[in-house]
Nanobody, 124 residues
Framework: EVYLVESGGGSVQPGGSLGLSCAAS????????MSWVRQAPGKGLEWVAS???????WHNPSVKGRFTISRDNAKNILYLQLTSLKTEDTAIYHC??????????????????WGQGTQVTVSS
């Protein structure tokens, strides 16, 4: 059975930092493209960042320079480092995976695997 379990969310003040992790099991993590997708309160899903099996990375312009996606294939863990956080970054952050190449998508159906999410709240 496939599991994607996110952790590391919490509450921080604007300008603060957080590190999110996503532990994967039940599929060939190293061969999968992985992404982070978020959902702010009352809004739809928004693609945040993706990393492919060759460690190529892509970030949404709204987070580029502030967030960094990475992965550890030996540990089957996906990471998202969040810095210079803004109130508009408040959302549930989901990790998602798919077989094949990375895509820059927020659509649930574009992914084969999806985690339950971890809450990030940025507030003063």
């Amino acid at each position: 059975e496939v599991y994607l379990v996110e952790s590391g969310g919490g509450s921080v003040q604007p300008g603060g930092s957080l590190g999110l992790s996503c532990a994967a099991s039940g599929f060939t993590f190293a061969a999968s493209a992985m992404s982070w997708v978020r959902q702010a309160p009352g809004k739809g899903l928004e693609w945040v960042a993706s990393i492919d099996r060759y460690l190529g990375t892509w970030h949404n312009p709204s987070v580029k320079g502030r967030f960094t996606i990475s992965r550890d294939n030996a540990k089957n863990i996906l990471y998202l480092q969040l810095t210079s956080l803004k109130t508009e970054d408040t959302a549930i952050y989901h990790c998602a995976g798919r077989r094949g190449p990375a895509i820059l998508s927020s659509k649930l159906n574009d992914y084969d695997y999806w985690g339950q999410g971890t809450q990030v709240t940025v507030s003063s």
